[in-house]
C-alpha cells in the first residue's frame, strides 16, 4: 500500500542552544502506509506527543520533511493541516465546545472549514439528521441532543469529540491519550468505539497511549520509542500474535533507565 505519512529526517530540539537543551528527535524517520492503525507506546519523554504535535503543526521541526502523500506540509500552519488531520486529546474537555449544545458541536464539526453568514441555526432536518448519528455510539446521546456539553460524562464528550473530528472527510487521525482521563470501563467502551469508526471509515490512524494492553490488542502496528527513537515496530502477523508480555520487558527497562 502506499504510504500516507512519511516523516524524513526530523530534527527536533527545546530550548535549543541553551543549557536546558533537550534533544527529542534527531534524524527519525518513519513511514505510515495509508490504512494503518498504528498504537505507539513508550516511557515519558519518549518522544511520542512530541510526534503529534509536529504531525499536526502545533509544534516546528528544526529540519527535515513531513509529507501527507508525499505533499510537504511542515511548512503549513495548524489550521491548515487541521483540514485533513483530525486530533482528540487526552483531556476530555477539548475537541468540544462545552457551552454550547451537543447538536450545535455536531453543526460545528459539519461546518469545519465553511464560511459562516450572518445566522447560525439549526433546522429540525439536521437535528433528525443528528440524532440518527448519535445513535451509532450506543450511548443515548440522543436524548440529550440540546444538553450542553459541559454536562456530559468524560467517555461521553470523548465519544462525541471522536464523531466530531471523522464527521468530514480527513486523510489521518491522531489520538493522544484519548483514554487516559477516563475509568477502565469507559476506557474500553471507548477504545471499541474508536477501532469501530477506524475501520468503517478507513482512517489512517496514530494512537499514542500508556497503555500496554490496548496498544497490542487495537491497531494493526506497534511502534515502541525510546529517547526519540523507534525501539519496536511490529506489524501484519507479528503484530497479531503479540501479547502484553512480549513488550513490557522493554518497557520496564526503558521506563527504570529514564527514572519513571
Not at 495548524?78 to 458541536?105: K, L
Not at 440529550?144 to 469529540?161: D, M
Amino acid at each position: 500500500m502506499p504510504n500516507l505519512l512519511s516523516l524524513v529526517h526530523i530534527d527536533k530540539n527545546f530550548y535549543k542552544e541553551t543549557i536546558d537543551e533537550v534533544k527529542v528527535f534527531s534524524d527519525f524517520n518513519l513511514e505510515v502506509e495509508s490504512g494503518e492503525f498504528v498504537s505507539i507506546v513508550g516511557s515519558n519523554g519518549s518522544g511520542k506527543t512530541t510526534l503529534l504535535n509536529i504531525i499536526s503543526g502545533s509544534i516546528d521541526i528544526d529540519k527535515g520533511e513531513i509529507k501527507l502523500f508525499d505533499k510537504r506540509i511542515d511548512k503549513e500552519k495548524e489550521y491548515i493541516r487541521a483540514r485533513s488531520i483530525g486530533r482528540v486529546y487526552q483531556d476530555p474537555s477539548r475537541g468540544t465546545s462545552p457551552n454550547m449544545t451537543i447538536a450545535e458541536n455536531l453543526a460545528l464539526a459539519e461546518n469545519k472549514g465553511n464560511i459562516y453568514g450572518l445566522s447560525f441555526a439549526l433546522n429540525k432536518k439536521k437535528i433528525s439528521e443528528y440524532k440518527e448519528l448519535l445513535k451509532t455510539l450506543n450511548l443515548g446521546l440522543e436524548d440529550k441532543i440540546n444538553v450542553k456539553v459541559s454536562a456530559l460524562s468524560g467517555g461521553e464528550r470523548q465519544a462525541l469529540a471522536l464523531l466530531m473530528v471523522t464527521m468530514k472527510p480527513i486523510d489521518l487521525l491522531l489520538l493522544d491519550e484519548h483514554t487516559a482521563a477516563l475509568d477502565p470501563n469507559t476506557s474500553q467502551k471507548i477504545m471499541e468505539l474508536t477501532e469501530r469508526i477506524v475501520k468503517e471509515k478507513h482512517i489512517t490512524t496514530l494512537m499514542v497511549t500508556h497503555n500496554l494492553r490496548f496498544a497490542v490488542e487495537y491497531g494493526s502496528r506497534l511502534l515502541m520509542l525510546n529517547k526519540g527513537e523507534v525501539v519496536i515496530d511490529k506489524c501484519g502477523k507479528e503484530k497479531e500474535e503479540l501479547v502484553v508480555d512480549d513488550i513490557l520487558k522493554t518497557f520496564n527497562e526503558i521506563s527504570i533507565e529514564c527514572g519513571n
